[in-house]
T-cell receptor
Framework: DAGVIQSPRHEVTEMGQEVTLRCKPI?????LFWYRQTMMRGLELLIY????????DSGMPEDRFSAKMPNASFSTLKIQPSEPRDSAVYFC???????????FGPGTRLTVT | EDQVTQSPEALRLQEGESSSLNCSYT??????LFWYRQDPGKGPEFLFT???AGEEKEKERLKATLTKKESFLHITAPKPEDSATYLC????????????FGRGTSLIVHP
């Protein structure tokens, strides 16, 4: 298996622009997690899906962030409009069930100028 | 509120110098404790799951142990390739089962 796939790997955008991050989980995994990692705050859970349904989005910072999972093999995290404080590495992870044994993608490094 | 604290924040070792990393937790009921390794520029990589006090898991030079309040990741005779950030996460009984991650320990092993 190719593991969790994320795209793009790097994104540089200007403040106010829309950013879309993409994730393909491991086949057969039914839980998907979006995390943000910064030096200041460490690894933060933004939202997680179980069987394509959003279960807990309490970590989503504000209404500028939205996430979808239209099918079992694809999820997006959208930021609109983006702000400099959104600069971070965003990870997608998948697991079988809501497990602490998660498999992470390589991440998307987002820089908002 | 569930809390996970890792110490030290950073650790420098000479090659072959054994040491331990600590993950202490305060949770209402532990369902599982997980160790991850994260290399620079990469996502965390799952290492071990521990479920109950007294349990131990080993992989090459790493051994993870668990008590009712903390977990240790023992590194025996480390090599430079063991340099990475090590994260622990805890999952509690009840609630959403969402794991809570610690801030990690950055380990550098000098040749």
């Amino acid at each position: 298996d190719a593991g969790v796939i994320q795209s793009p790997r790097h994104e540089v955008t200007e403040m106010g622009q829309e950013v879309t991050l993409r994730c393909k989980p491991i086949s057969g995994h039914n839980s998907l997690f979006w995390y943000r990692q910064t030096m200041m705050r460490g690894l933060e859970l933004l939202i997680y899906f179980n069987n394509n349904v959003p279960i807990d989005d309490s970590g989503m910072p504000e209404d500028r962030f939205s996430a979808k999972m239209p099918n079992a093999s694809f999820s997006t995290l959208k930021i609109q409009p983006s702000e400099p404080r959104d600069s971070a590495v965003y990870f997608c992870a998948s697991s079988i069930g809501v497990s602490g044994e998660q498999y992470f993608g390589p991440g998307t490094r987002l820089t908002v100028t | 509120e569930d809390q996970v604290t890792q110490s030290p924040e950073a650790l420098r070792l000479q090659e072959g110098e054994s040491s331990s990393l600590n993950c202490s937790y305060t949770v209402s009921g532990l369902r599982g404790l997980f160790w991850y390794r994260q290399d620079p520029g990469k996502g965390p990589e799952f290492l071990f799951t521990l479920y109950s006090a007294g349990e131990e898991k080993e992989k090459e030079r790493l051994k993870a142990t668990l008590t009712k309040k903390e977990s240790f990741l023992h590194i025996t005779a480390p090599k430079p390739e063991d340099s990475a950030t090590y994260l622990c996460a805890v999952q509690t009984r009840g609630g959403s089962y969402i794991p809570t991650f610690g801030r990690g320990t950055s380990l550098i092993v000098h040749p």
